[in-house]
């Protein structure tokens, strides 16, 4: 068995082992202090939960990461330099940003936060990484965009992580759903960096797998009643949303030794995973601006409210949807290399607005069925 299976093993098993702990930690804190999510009209949930699940992230893969450094670093399996290399300067950069996302969060989860403050926190944290050096310098084509100077790709990177950060953050509204998606992604990018020998990288995206994992089961398996369910709260959605931009846009880091081709697959995997809470919250902000609505007011539209306005159950809804997600993976994987990238993206433009149509559809005939019944 190689050093490096070893040592992603060792990873993937601390980091479930921690985030285990520190969700237990914070299941006792959060009943002790009753921190909790409060049922509302616009909520699904009936009884109040805790939601500083998300506290577990950061800790659990900064601390696991951090050890598996140092260890790897003493026993020499690492060069003296690598401190000061560009991949490690990046993970710094990354982990500071995810420290501001991290504070917000909590704040926010405690006692609210203005949106406008999460935004400017958000791009801050952006503009941190990219400070690093590490910004999207080219899309392989995707929007007939190659490269792109560092005047355009800089906000254009800052931009599209606030997009991944709020996507992520608005599509966790059915249990196990965010984090459903996150390990999805984080499954995809482990594959690419592991395949690509990418040994940081590939650390970064286990451990979080892992700990995101722990998380999941008290998510979508933990009872109310026994005091052993959580939400993830801001605090996880906004620190799951910076590693995952920064994952995506480490792709680009791949091209002095991979084919733009090799590269651009890569990439249309890991959007493929984000796909339908991307297209989601960019339908939603088109729809509440049309009825001249706050683009952040939370409404009963996302597209899990849709299966579950048919009928569907929490459970349901959420395996549909991770199995389209999945779905839309291979079919991308598979697509891109018989088709333009630019076609790609607006089939899955397609699928999804067929989808809608069809949810929506659906949902007006079971209400006209009920007006007709209850007319009787």
Not at 11 to 17: E, N
Not at 44 to 53: D, E, K, S, T, V
Not at 240 to 258: D, E, F, K, Q, R
Request: a positive charge.
């Amino acid at each position: 068995m190689s050093v490096s299976t070893i040592v992603l093993l060792s990873d993937f098993a601390g980091g479930f082992l921690i985030g285990t702990m520190l969700i237990l930690l914070l299941l006792k804190v959060s009943y002790k202090n009753k921190i909790f999510d409060v049922p509302d009209a616009r909520k699904i949930h009936h009884l109040p939960i805790p939601r500083l699940g998300g506290m577990a992230f950061l800790p659990s893969v900064t601390v696991v990461t951090a050890v598996t450094l140092v260890i790897l670093y003493q026993q020499d399996f690492i060069y003296p330099g690598f401190l000061g290399s560009r991949g490690f300067i990046h993970m710094s950069c990354m982990s500071a940003g995810a420290f501001l996302v991290y504070m917000i969060g909590i704040a926010d989860d405690l006692s609210g936060v203005d949106y406008k403050l999460k935004f400017l926190v958000q791009f801050a944290a952006a503009g941190i990484i990219c400070a690093s050096g590490l910004w999207m310098s080219t899309l392989y084509g995707l929007y007939f965009v190659n490269r792109m100077s560092v005047f355009v790709g800089i906000p254009f990177t800052i931009l599209l992580v606030a997009y991944i950060t709020n996507a992520l953050n608005m599509i966790d509204g059915v249990d196990g759903l965010a984090s459903g998606f996150s390990l999805v992604f984080l499954g995809c990018m482990s594959v690419i960096f592991i395949t690509e020998h990418r040994l940081l990288l590939s650390m970064i995206s286990v451990t979080t797998f892992s700990t995101v994992l722990a998380f999941w089961f008290f998510n979508v398996f933990g009872s109310q009643e026994k005091s052993t369910k959580l939400f993830m709260g801001d605090t996880g959605s906004l620190t799951l949303g910076m590693i995952m931009s920064y994952l995506i846009i480490s792709i680009t880091t791949l091209a002095p030794y991979n084919g733009p081709t090799r590269n651009c697959k890569y990439l249309i995997i890991a959007f493929s995973a984000l796909m339908l809470p991307m297209l989601d919250v960019l339908r939603l902000i088109v729809f509440r601006l049309k009825n001249h609505k706050s683009p952040f007011k939370p409404d009963m539209n996302h597209i899990h409210h849709k299966f579950l306005q048919l009928g569907f159950s929490q459970k349901q809804t959420l395996f549909i949807l991770l199995a389209i997600d999945v779905v839309l993976i291979g079919l991308n994987a598979g697509l891109s290399m018989l088709m333009n990238v630019n076609l790609l993206f607006l089939l899955d433009v397609a699928i999804y607005y067929v989808l809608v149509r069809v949810l929506t559809h659906k949902i007006l005939q079971k209400e006209n069925a009920a007006k007709v019944v209850q007319g009787r």
